[in-house]
């Protein structure tokens, strides 16, 4: 399967908990972006990489929730001290792109299911 | 502010007819892109069809069309010869440059769902 993964594809967690995803995209893709989902909402834009450098974080983003993108491969989306509010799709896509530009499609993973109790 | 509309939260269309799906977006970008894509219930997003807003065409991709209608800033998808695979949410979504000169950065609508019938 040479498509985007992320693993685990459920979590349960306790409020308070910290909890780390991981999204491998497809390996040739430089471009790398976390998403949040919930129910009966489109996908909001969390974070984004290009290589290892992160260059855009969403204001909305707070300050529990941090993403690394160590070798510029693989990512992980770290959130501490989780809240009821936390719970959602956690969609992380990639995409191959050179400079700005407004036709890059991005190719999805099936996201992670988080659940804070 | 909400970038971009879809006020239709769930349609219903017979196998074999057509069916638009309307997205309306807000922009004073000059450069942006319009992009449909697709949620099965195994909720991976897939993508459809992309229109540039300096592209005269409409944009088509096999039975999927995109109606843009730029001065009404509409991006509606017609899909043709509906088939039951096609039930799924249907997202809008715009690229937009977070940041001047930055990456555009594309910014999804809440989607509608549909509903093929046999």
């Known amino acids: 399967d040479t498509g985007v993964s992320q693993d685990p594809r459920h979590k349960i967690t306790k409020r308070g908990q910290n909890v780390t995803f991981r999204c491998d995209p497809i390996?040739?893709?430089?471009?790398l972006y976390w998403y949040r989902q919930t129910l009966g909402q489109g996908p909001e834009f969390l974070t984004y990489?290009?290589?290892?450098?992160?260059?855009?974080k969403s204001r909305l983003l707070s300050d529990r929730f941090s993403a690394e993108r160590p070798k510029g491969s693989f990512s992980t989306l770290e959130i501490q001290r989780t809240e009821q509010g936390d719970s959602a799709m956690y969609l992380c896509?990639?995409?191959f792109g050179q400079g700005a530009a407004t036709n890059e499609k991005l190719f999805f993973g099936s996201g992670t299911q988080l659940s804070v109790l | 502010a909400q970038k971009i509309t879809q006020t239709q939260p769930g349609m219903f269309v017979q196998e074999k007819e057509a069916v638009t799906l309307d997205c309306t977006y807000d922009?004073?970008?000059?450069?942006?892109?319009l992009f449909w894509y697709k949620q099965p219930s195994s909720g991976e997003m897939i993508f459809l069809i992309y229109?540039?807003?300096?592209?005269?065409q409409n944009a088509t991709e096999g039975r999927y069309s995109l109606n843009f209608q730029k001065a009404r800033k509409s991006a509606n998808l017609v899909i043709s010869a509906s088939q039951l695979g096609d039930s799924a949410m249907y997202f809008c979504?715009?690229?937009?440059?977070?940041?001047?000169?930055?990456?555009?950065?594309?910014?999804f609508g809440r989607g509608t769902s549909l509903i093929v019938h046999p």
């Open positions: 390996s040739e893709h430089n471009r």
């Open positions: 229109q540039g807003s300096y592209d005269e």
């Open positions: 979504a715009m690229s937009l440059s977070l940041q001047s000169g930055g990456s555009y950065i594309p910014t």
């Open positions: 922009t004073s970008d000059q450069s942006y892109g």
């Open positions: 990489f290009q290589n290892e450098a992160q260059l855009e």
């Open positions: 896509a990639s995409s």
